[in-house]
């Protein structure tokens, strides 16, 4: 987990300035720090429309409501990810279908999506896995042969790149998460993207209580339900967002070296990029730990012998 009580000390002054600012505003939901955290990461991505909620998980379940599946319809999700991209499919009353991942990328397989298919597929979640880009073009290439939507489960992803665009906004829909372990963070927070205005209208309602964007208050249209982030998490968030640039070239330097220096380890490979990756988050540096420890085995068994 991050040591988020080290980091908080190093930017306590202006971190504590931007609570109070909140606090002195009275605008604890929908005000202007989440207003400005959706314009800003709207600009940082591409120019999608964002929608700021509670969680990632959240961010996944108004992604999928929006889509208005029907009860049965079946999504294609990786074997390997976070339990969140799985059960937002449960609990809306779908039915996740569960694909291998390449064991060289850790991302979805893409030679079984196809064969997992059925009438009742309606859509496919690539999950960027500890940063790395999944293949969109070729997960892309199958959506659109067989009339499927994309979501993109972005939780680990800030700021990684897939060819020229930021992953999130390359699909129909993308989810980031920027709960404590994540590169940007802020202890909880969520945030939905699209590029279709259509998708962020539906999503929009069903994370702020049924309202609509162009209606009042007590204008609820249909049911949804809170989910919607405080401005608390949105100035904190924002800051985070700031440093993001810094903190990615930073991760680049030090996931090259650990890589040059793997290389150098017979038998010990790690995460592979997949094709059309061009920037990976590195929220998480994984090596192949266990060829690591058949290669020390096999070393041990030879000094023995």
Known sequence: MVDLQSQYKQLKAELDARVIRCIESGAFIQGPEVKSFETELGTYLDGAHVIACANGTDALQIALMALELDPGDEVIV???????????????????????????????????????????????????????????????AIARKHGLKVIEDCAQAHGAMYGDQHVGAIGDAGAFSFQSSKNVCAGEGGMMITNSRELWEKAWSF???????????????????????????????????????????????????????????????????????TRSAWHLFIYNSVVSILNQNRAVRTERE
Do not use: C
């Open 78 to 140: 990786p074997s390997f990810t976070f339990v969140a991209s799985v059960e937002v499919i449960a609990l809306l009353g779908l039915k996740p279908i569960v694909v291998d991942v390449d064991p060289r990328t850790f991302l979805l397989k893409i030679e079984d999506i196809e064969a997992s298919l059925s009438p009742r597929t309606k859509a496919i979640i690539p999950v960027h896995l500890y940063g790395h880009p999944a293949d969109m073009d070729s997960i892309l």
């Open 207 to 277: 994370h702020n209580i049924g309202r609509v964007p162009e209606g009042g208050w007590y204008d609820h249209r249909v049911f949804g339900t809170n989910l919607r982030l405080t401005e608390f998490q949105a100035a904190l968030i924002l800051r985070g967002m700031q440093m993001l640039p810094e903190h990615m070239d930073r991760r680049d330097e030090n996931a090259m070296h650990l890589r040059k220096r793997l290389d150098e380890i017979p038998g010990v490979g790690y995460q592979a990029f997949p094709p059309g990756a």
